[in-house]
């Protein structure tokens, strides 16, 4: 995991030094994208082989650990912060999605692992009905996100707080919007292969 999450960091540094076009291009590619793979299947691996997370990384306190995390990498990729860092932008940049997903990794193997209020929300079960919807919610958040995001920068500018407004407009269409997409295209298929009789 340390090799590929390496690689994979260093691969996005040199094109992000070298301010190459490939960048761009390969932002939805596998080996830029490796780092996010492997922190999840870790987080797969280790809940499987029933490993719990050191002391320091359970309960509420691990979670909040995994959020500050997961929350650094997301500002390590803010304009004003790769403005500020000078010849180190390039850097910042490249270490910010692995940062970023292996905070989300520590606050789910947190979640799974051990007790705490946030693992309670989690499973509560508005948030696992989230869950179910989550595949339509990732098949159509593309251009709401875009079109909200767009609407309300133009009119408010360019801030945390309007990133936070857009956030809440996008989810405020999309959950009831994913929850009709689950229930109308994809609970029918489910319904469907569960009642096929088996094949001999």
């Not at 989690?122 to 009905?129: A, D, I």
């Not at 767009?150 to 989810?171: N, W």
């Not at 959950?175 to 469907?192: A, D, M, Q, T, V």
Request: aromatic share 14%; hydrophobic share 55%.
């Amino acid at each position: 995991v340390t090799i590929g999450v390496g690689a994979s960091v260093i691969l996005r540094a040199g094109l992000y030094f070298d301010h190459s076009a490939w960048g761009d291009t390969l932002q939805a590619q596998l080996p830029f994208r490796l780092a996010e793979f492997l922190w999840g299947m870790a987080v797969a691996c280790l809940f499987a082989l029933q490993v719990l997370p050191p002391k320091l990384l359970r309960g509420a306190g691990g979670f909040v650990i995994g959020l500050a995390l997961a929350y650094s990498g997301r500002f390590m990729r803010v304009s004003e912060v790769l403005q500020n860092v000078g010849p180190i932008a390039p850097l910042s940049k490249a270490l910010a999605e692995p940062v970023m997903s292996l905070g989300f990794a520590l606050m789910l193997w947190n979640a799974i692992s051990s007790r705490s209020v946030f693992s309670d929300i989690l499973s509560h079960r508005f948030m696992t009905s989230i869950g179910r919807w989550s595949y339509s919610l990732y098949l159509w958040h593309w251009f709401p996100s875009v079109w909200i995001a767009h609407f309300v920068r133009s009119r408010l500018g360019s801030t945390l707080l309007t990133q936070y407004i857009a956030l809440a407009g996008v989810l405020l269409l999309l959950i009831p919007f994913s929850w009709l997409s689950y229930k109308w295209l994809e609970e029918p298929y489910f319904r469907k292969r569960l009642h096929a009789p088996a094949v001999p």
